[in-house]
Each structure stands twice: as structure tokens, then as C-alpha cells.
């Protein structure tokens, strides 16, 4: 099994930035890709970016696309999703999962607690 902590959630204002943390622990060997999805009230959940856990290949989606950065500390096995330009639509809880990859959550079978991020305008 894989474990999953996210970090670094919290509030902030409009167009400030957030850098969220997913440390992994146990069979990190196992890990194809690591993905980065959010959920607010009402609304499924949704693909945010994910990294190839061998290569680092990195994905994002259009709706964060040169906002939302990815990285990786190898040593540490975490990965780091920085958010610039925070909007009031990111508002919701954000989770990092691993899996095969890919954008749809079912291809994802360990998910972290999530974290809150609440954005004010």
C-alpha cells in the first residue's frame, strides 16, 4: 500500500499563492503517477496535474495550465503543488492520489485526507 499526507492547505486572499505538499510513504516503489485533483461542494471531482513518478513527466489541466506548478523532492518522496494567482473558484478540498495516471480519478486507487483551500476575494 501506498500512504498519502497533504499539507499546506489554508486561506488566502485573491491572487495569492498556496504551495501544497503530498509526502508518500510505504510501497513508493509501486507508484506509476501521482495526481493532484480538487473537489468543491456540489461539484465532482476534478483533475488538477499529475507527474510520471519514473521520468517526471508532468501533466496539467487547461484551468490551471501556467498558474499551477508541479515539482518533486526525490529524496523525500513528496511532491509539491504551487498555486499562483489564486482565483475564488479555487476554493475546495484538494487531494493527491496515485495511481496508473491519466485524468480520470478511477485511475487513481490511493488518496490522501485532502486539504481546504478557501480563497477570498
Known amino acids: 500500500q501506498v500512504q498519502l499526507v497533504e499539507s499546506g492547505g489554508g486561506l488566502v486572499q485573491a491572487g495569492g499563492s498556496l504551495r501544497l505538499s503530498c509526502a508518500a510513504s510505504g510501497r513508493t516503489f509501486s507508484i506509476a503517477a501521482l495526481g493532484w485533483f480538487r473537489q468543491a461542494p456540489g461539484n465532482e471531482r476534478e483533475f488538477l496535474a499529475s507527474?510520471?513518478?519514473?521520468?517526471?513527466?508532468?501533466t496539467y489541466a487547461d484551468s490551471v495550465k501556467g498558474r499551477f506548478i508541479l515539482s518533486r523532492d526525490n529524496a523525500k518522496d513528496t511532491v509539491y503543488l504551487q498555486m499562483n494567482s489564486l482565483k475564488p473558484e479555487d476554493t475546495a478540498v484538494y487531494y493527491c492520489?496515485?495511481?496508473?495516471?491519466?485524468?480520470?480519478?478511477?485511475?487513481?486507487?490511493?488518496w490522501g485526507q485532502g486539504t481546504q483551500v478557501t480563497v477570498s476575494s
Open positions: 492520489a496515485t495511481g496508473l495516471g491519466g485524468t480520470p480519478a478511477a485511475r487513481y486507487n490511493y
Open positions: 507527474i510520471r513518478w519514473s521520468g517526471g513527466s508532468k
